[in-house]
């Protein structure tokens, strides 16, 4: 399989209060082509900062990225705001959408800005993913006329115009209630079986579950892997659940 993702040797410290917070120590992670991983941990262990560390959005003190064979750390902000664009997609716990712009707008707006289609074709085909997300009649209503969970679906829609590589999720579920949660889940792992790479962070066993790799974090360093697999139906789902909960826990004493 190819390499999409690669990162060595990562270090992130904050500083706090004239304190230094080392949050990544010597991270290494190799994530390949159309991968479902998954990243737990208890709070502070890093999870949400090595996501925004591997997807350009935070520097990093030292260590390598790649991406795409394109070297993060060497690109201006110009560069990785356009490669974060064209080529990858974000799903969060609360999704910020423009409140004077329809859901429909909100989704085209970032492919608008790439001028390579026209706004009708764009359009389109953002009106089919709130269709395959099951809120297709939410369109044209504004962000304050729906709830929590559709916003949080046209954020997956918004993900995805571009059609990118890979989707960065950070808690994408935390703010939802469990059958939605589930319904969000099984529609990241259509898409996943299209093609994009995924990788999440989570505290949820149940939505780990659902990936095929899972990374353990405990004091900005990975220190353990599960490996279940891809999730080829519902019926094993209790068993994967076990094991990823079983490892959450040993990680956590």
Do not use: W
């Amino acid at each position: 399989m190819r390499k999409i993702l690669d990162g060595q040797q990562i270090h992130k410290s904050f500083d706090i209060e004239k304190e230094k917070i080392n949050v990544l120590q010597g991270v290494s992670i190799t994530i390949y082509e159309s991968e479902f991983i998954s990243i737990m941990g208890p709070s502070g262990s890093g999870k949400s900062t090595l996501l925004y560390a591997l997807s350009g959005m935070d520097t990093v003190d030292s260590g390598e990225i790649i991406f795409n064979n394109q070297r993060l750390p060497a690109c201006g902000e110009s560069e990785l705001a356009e490669i974060r664009r064209q080529q990858m997609g974000f799903v969060f716990q609360q999704p910020t959408f423009l409140k004077n712009l329809t859901i429909i707008d909100n989704i085209v707006l970032p492919a608008v800005r790439d001028n390579k289609r026209k706004t009708k074709e764009l359009a389109k085909k953002a009106q089919q993913l709130l269709e395959n997300t099951g809120i297709g009649d939410l369109a044209y209503r504004m962000t304050n006329q729906v709830s929590g969970g559709q916003l949080q679906r046209a954020g997956i829609c918004r993900a995805l115009i571009n059609e990118p590589k890979i989707i960065f999720g950070d808690e994408p579920t935390g703010a939802l209630n469990s059958k939605t949660a589930e319904g969000m889940m099984d529609y990241f792992l259509q898409v996943n079986q299209e093609g994009t790479t995924i990788m999440l962070v989570t505290h949820d066993a149940k939505v780990a579950a659902k990936s095929e790799r899972v990374l353990f974090m405990k004091d900005g360093q990975i220190v353990d892997e599960l490996r279940l697999g891809k999730l080829a139906h519902q019926q094993g789902m209790d068993s994967r659940i076990e094991k990823v909960t079983r490892k959450m826990l040993r990680i956590e004493m």
